[in-house]
């Protein structure tokens, strides 16, 4: 499984745009290609994707965590290179214009094989689960609904291995004791407490960072 950051707050390549906001490609064996969340700026996002070589057309599904801008700004500007995309939203995402097939999702729902969406969790948000052989990777776009919620909902799939994403303000550190990776991107406030804590496990994010699990 690799997934690449595209947008982010930071930049981890210099030759791309930081910016507020969240997207990366999950890219995982005899499974289409999927783009978690959009970013802020469909022209970021696009400039962002031409220095690392991803082709939009390439792309087979978009994952939408939740409604906040800075996770759907990249959507209209992605959907207009690329309209035959398949795009998961959570319920109370309204249908975007522009793309061919839109599945809105509330529950608990396989996407393919081995890879899961936690449900819309609070009403709120959905956050992506994909198995692997080391366990469930979890990618969240901002874990609003929390991150004790998201990781309860992901342990349904299988065991929880590595945590990818925005955290905002979360603080109860030791719910990440039993992970073996965490990437915390975006907003995530506290991300040197985490990085303090958890050294043998804390990779940095940024965008231009490719994760191979």
């Known amino acids: 499984m690799k997934i690449t950051i595209i947008y982010d707050n930071e930049a981890y390549k210099k030759d791309l745009k930081a910016d507020w906001g969240f997207s990366c490609l999950v890219e995982i064996e005899n499974t289409p290609k999927i783009l978690f969340d959009t ?126 994403g925005g955290l905002h303000g979360f603080r109860e550190f030791g719910l990440l004791k039993d992970l073996n990776l965490v990437c915390a991107t975006h907003c995530t406030q506290f991300k040197s407490e985490i990085k303090k804590l958890y050294p043998e496990k804390y990779i940095e994010g940024g965008a231009g960072k490719v994760i191979m699990v």
């Open 39 to 164: 970013g802020a700026n469909g022209l970021i996002l696009l400039h962002n994707m031409e220095k690392l070589g991803i082709d939009p057309c390439i792309i087979d599904e978009i994952f939408i965590s939740h409604s906040h801008w800075d996770h759907t700004g990249g959507l209209s500007d992605f959907l207009k290179i690329n309209k035959n995309v398949k795009v998961y939203v959570p319920s109370s995402f309204p249908k975007p214009r522009g793309a061919k097939e839109v599945t809105s999702v509330k529950d608990p729902f396989q996407i393919h094989e081995n890879v899961f969406s936690t449900g819309e969790l609070s009403g709120i948000e959905q956050s992506l689960a994909v198995k692997t052989e080391k366990g469930i990777v979890v990618i969240a776009g901002c874990s609003h609904s929390g991150v004790g919620n998201i990781l309860n909902a992901a342990s349904n799939f299988g065991d929880v291995y590595a945590l990818i």
